[in-house]
């Protein structure tokens, strides 16, 4: 029953700031590799952000300057920060986990799958 719920989502101003937060829950071993996506309307989804479980980050180059992603092992909760927020930032944000279940390492795994939260609106818009 492993979850990830972000919040944070809303309308915001050009040239304004959000906080997503992703909160991951449920059976969880361990978490490996994170990240945001976002897919605005008419077009695929896209990597906005990722970061490792050492604290490596990549980002997509539309958002590098201004978007930063962290994360807190001891929570088990991923963190996007976004400044200078653009009209073309609009989009459904997604919360994205590899993780390790309690379930698939007490069957002798040590790999983990894919998890994907429901995503967070971002409205930006004067």
């Known amino acids: 029953q492993v979850q990830l719920v972000e919040s944070g989502g809303g309308l915001v101003q050009p040239g304004g700031s959000l906080r997503l937060s992703c909160a991951a829950s449920?059976?969880?071993?361990?978490?490996?590799?994170m990240g945001w996506y976002r897919q605005a309307p008419g077009k695929e989804r896209e990597l906005v952000a990722r970061?490792?479980?050492?604290?490596?980050?990549n980002y997509a180059d539309s958002v590098k300057g201004r978007f930063s992603i962290s994360r807190d092992n001891t929570k088990n909760t991923l963190l996007l920060q976004m400044n200078r927020l653009k009209p073309e930032d609009t989009a459904v944000y997604y919360c994205?986990?590899?993780?390790?279940?309690?379930?698939?390492?007490?069957?002798?795994?040590?790999?983990?799958?894919?998890?994907w939260g429901k995503g967070t609106l971002v409205t930006v818009s004067s």
């Open positions: 970061i490792t479980s050492a604290g490596s980050t």
């Open positions: 994205n986990a590899d993780i390790i279940s309690g379930d698939l390492y007490r069957y002798g795994r040590d790999y983990g799958r894919d998890y």
């Open positions: 449920g059976s969880i071993f361990r978490i490996n590799d």
